[in-house]
């Protein structure tokens, strides 16, 4: 039985608008995010920056993660950010 990854996600811009988002491959959606290769939110608003993700065995609980996150205040976001990374650094940047 193959074993599979799964990200919640969460991307922002300079002026920290966020977007919260699931996949099973973080580097390529990142890097589409980055290429703004997607449509939508993300190339609008140029949100290309990686501040926070977490790995799921199983989709269903990407899934509920990321509904229970989008379903919170803004500051509650900020702050699950923050705790993990204080400075909203890309932690993609060094990715290939």
Same mark, same amino acid.
């Given at each position: 039985?193959? *074993?599979?990854?799964? &990200? %919640?996600?969460?991307?922002?811009?300079?002026? @920290?608008?966020?977007?919260?988002?699931?996949? +099973? +491959? !973080?580097? =390529? =959606?990142? @890097?589409? *995010? $980055? #290429?703004? =290769?997607?449509?939508? /939110?993300?190339?609008?608003?140029?949100?290309? @920056? %990686?501040? /926070?993700?977490?790995? /799921?065995?199983? !989709?269903?609980?990407? !899934?509920?993660?990321?509904?229970?996150? $989008?379903?919170? @205040?803004?500051?509650?976001?900020?702050?699950?950010? #923050?705790? #993990?990374?204080? &400075?909203?650094?890309? %932690?993609?940047?060094?990715?290939?």
């Amino acid at each position: 039985m193959k *074993h599979h990854n799964y &990200y %919640l996600y969460i991307m922002a811009n300079r002026s @920290r608008t966020i977007y919260v988002g699931v996949t +099973n +491959n !973080i580097e =390529r =959606r990142v @890097r589409e *995010h $980055k #290429e703004k =290769r997607v449509p939508g /939110f993300t190339a609008k608003y140029n949100v290309g @920056r %990686l501040v /926070f993700y977490q790995r /799921f065995p199983d !989709i269903n609980e990407a !899934i509920r993660a990321e509904k229970k996150i $989008k379903a919170w @205040r803004r500051e509650k976001k900020i702050a699950l950010i #923050e705790a #993990e990374n204080p &400075y909203w650094k890309d %932690l993609a940047a060094d990715w290939n």
